[in-house]
């Protein structure tokens, strides 16, 4: 052989060892990748706990405001006053309508949760809300003023035994929550004392008492339903007083029960930052009363409480009509929505 062709022959020799020693050190990628994927590639959520998962969800939450429920047996007395004050009909809605507004959040996977559930997502202690199917959305139903048709007590046989109004909405949520066991029986009742909450002064310990019972909350809507703002800024003595003695009432019917109530519901709007930083501590006749939420009386959508945009004294509601139940519930976008997700079990090591 050639000088010329000898070293070509040489030069092409060591030139297939060194792919196939490349080949042996390097070209092994199903292996590689295998281990690589299994190794630092995995489902995040599978090493999450529940509530890990759900503080890192997105996504908003619709808190859903009611003001009357017109009901077979209050018509005669909301109808005169529509037509005295037209502009009240924002504020009602009736039995059916209510009816039908839960039956359509239900089959569209909407399931309700508890305000204390809703500011729980910010804390982790979540595990409540496990009942909740995978890809259903929270809301929360709140309910403003205790006026008609919330909470009514009737005599329907005449026989002087009271029962729930089936038709009010306390007997229409008891009633849905029995057929549909995976709507929970929960929301959250503002409540004044500007009038004999619910209309019933002699069922009123009573109505107090057993919404505790189901299981509903009670938040403190002042004394007066009076604005706050324009009592903080006239003398905060009275703003205290607003709020204390509504809290004095609701000790004079519920005793020991009343220390549930750490909630505020804002009359009339939005508050002033000096506000929601006043109501967190009301000192009044001696007592103090920490309170660790403030609800607005009109807004959007409420946003997750681990956001960096959620503050717990200035939470949003959306007043509830027809247009703005098919607008800003049914259709809003980017609502928080349960994962298709478990907890991930241990394993043994």
Same mark, same amino acid.
């Given at each position: 052989? @050639? @000088?010329?062709?000898?070293?070509?022959?040489?030069?092409?020799?060591?030139?297939?060892?060194?792919?196939?020693?490349?080949?042996?050190?390097?070209?092994?990628p199903?292996?590689e990748?295998?281990?690589?994927?299994?190794?630092?590639y995995e489902?995040?959520?599978?090493?999450?706990?529940f509530?890990?998962?759900?503080q890192?969800?997105?996504?908003?939450?619709?808190?859903?405001?009611?003001h009357?429920?017109?009901?077979?047996?209050?018509?005669?007395?909301?109808?005169?006053?529509?037509?005295?004050?037209?502009?009240?009909?924002?504020?009602?809605?009736?039995?059916?309508?209510?009816?039908?507004q839960?039956?359509?959040l239900?089959?569209?996977?909407?399931r309700?949760?508890?305000?204390?559930?809703?500011?729980?997502?910010?804390?982790g202690?979540?595990s409540s809300?496990?009942?909740?199917?995978?890809?259903?959305?929270?809301?929360?139903?709140?309910?403003?003023?205790?006026?008609?048709?919330q909470?009514?007590?009737i005599?329907?046989?005449?026989?002087?035994?009271?029962?729930i109004?089936?038709?009010?909405a306390?007997?229409?949520?008891?009633?849905?929550?029995?057929?549909? !066991?995976?709507?929970?029986?929960?929301?959250?009742?503002?409540?004044?004392?500007?009038?004999?909450?619910?209309?019933?002064?002699?069922?009123?310990?009573k109505?107090?008492?057993l919404?505790l019972?189901?299981?509903?909350?009670?938040?403190?809507?002042t @004394?007066?339903h009076t604005?706050?703002?324009?009592?903080?800024?006239?003398?905060?003595?009275?703003f205290?007083?607003?709020?204390g003695?509504?809290?004095?009432k609701?000790?004079?019917?519920?005793g020991?029960?009343?220390?549930?109530?750490?909630?505020?519901?804002?009359?009339?709007?939005?508050?002033?930052?000096?506000v @929601?930083?006043?109501?967190?501590?009301?000192?009044?006749?001696?007592?103090?009363?920490h309170?660790?939420a403030?609800?607005?009386?009109?807004?959007?959508w409420?946003?997750?409480p681990?956001?960096?945009?959620?503050?717990?004294y200035?939470?949003?509601?959306?007043e509830?009509?027809? #247009?703005?139940f098919?607008k800003f519930?049914?259709?809003a !976008?980017?609502?928080?929505?349960?994962p298709p997700?478990?907890? #991930?079990?241990?394993?043994d090591?």
């Amino acid at each position: 052989m @050639k @000088k010329g062709n000898l070293s070509a022959f040489f030069l092409a020799l060591g030139g297939a060892i060194f792919v196939s020693l490349a080949a042996y050190l390097f070209w092994q990628p199903e292996r590689e990748i295998v281990m690589d994927i299994e190794g630092h590639y995995e489902n995040p959520f599978d090493v999450l706990s529940f509530e890990d998962i759900l503080q890192r969800l997105p996504g908003s939450i619709p808190i859903l405001q009611y003001h009357m429920i017109m009901t077979p047996h209050n018509a005669s007395l909301l109808s005169p006053l529509i037509a005295k004050r037209p502009l009240l009909r924002r504020f009602i809605l009736t039995s059916q309508e209510f009816r039908e507004q839960l039956e359509i959040l239900y089959q569209q996977g909407f399931r309700p949760i508890s305000l204390d559930e809703y500011l729980a997502l910010g804390s982790g202690e979540v595990s409540s809300l496990k009942r909740l199917a995978p890809g259903t959305k929270p809301f929360v139903l709140t309910f403003d003023d205790a006026t008609y048709g919330q909470f009514d007590l009737i005599d329907t046989n005449s026989d002087g035994i009271v029962e729930i109004d089936p038709e009010c909405a306390v007997g229409i949520l008891l009633d849905f929550h029995n057929t549909h !066991p995976d709507f929970a029986l929960t929301g959250a009742f503002c409540i004044d004392f500007s009038k004999v909450p619910f209309l019933q002064p002699s069922y009123l310990e009573k109505k107090l008492n057993l919404l505790l019972d189901y299981g509903f909350e009670i938040v403190n809507h002042t @004394k007066n339903h009076t604005s706050l703002d324009k009592l903080f800024r006239k003398s905060p003595d009275a703003f205290s007083r607003e709020i204390g003695a509504a809290m004095e009432k609701f000790e004079s019917y519920l005793g020991y029960r009343a220390k549930s109530i750490n909630k505020i519901a804002y009359p009339n709007g939005r508050v002033s930052d000096q506000v @929601k930083q006043a109501v967190k501590q009301i000192s009044y006749k001696g007592k103090t009363y920490h309170f660790i939420a403030g609800l607005h009386a009109y807004g959007l959508w409420a946003p997750q409480p681990a956001s960096t945009h959620f503050d717990p004294y200035a939470i949003p509601r959306i007043e509830i009509s027809g #247009k703005n139940f098919e607008k800003f519930v049914l259709l809003a !976008p980017r609502l928080l929505t349960m994962p298709p997700l478990t907890e #991930k079990k241990p394993q043994d090591k």
